[in-house]
């Protein structure tokens, strides 16, 4: 088993930045891939970007792609998402996510989920 708890989800106006984290614990050496999702009201849950846990390669879905930094920590068991230049529709539950495998932005790829953390994107 991997337990994943998000935390520095908020309140931020419009253009501000927010820097979300993920620490992971558990069986971290199953873990082949780190993974960001969010969900906002009434939508499905989307895939918003991805990092590898020991290569490094980075993923991010369009609509957050030049704004969003996905970023990790091995010794921390960490991953990082920074948030910068928001929008009120990045308005979310953010959650991460770790998978053994599979396709990057493929929510049934993750099988270990974090609790997620709200951020709000408001003025």
């Known amino acids: 088993q991997v337990q994943l708890v998000e935390s520095g989800g908020g309140l931020v106006q419009p253009g501000g930045s927010l820097r979300l984290s993920c620490a992971a614990s558990g069986r971290t050496f199953s873990i082949y891939r780190m993974g960001w999702f969010r969900q906002g009201p009434e939508k499905e849950r989307e895939f918003v970007s991805a990092?590898?846990?020991?290569?490094?390669?980075?993923y991010y879905a369009d609509s957050v792609k030049g704004r969003f930094t996905i970023s990790r920590d091995n010794a921390k068991n960490t991953v990082y998402l920074q948030m910068n230049s928001l929008k009120p529709e990045d308005t979310a539950v953010y959650y991460c996510a770790a998978a053994s495998g599979g396709y990057y932005s493929a929510t049934h790829a993750y099988h270990y989920w974090g609790q997620g953390t709200q951020v709000t994107v408001s003025s």
């Open positions: 990092i590898s846990w020991s290569g490094g390669s980075t």
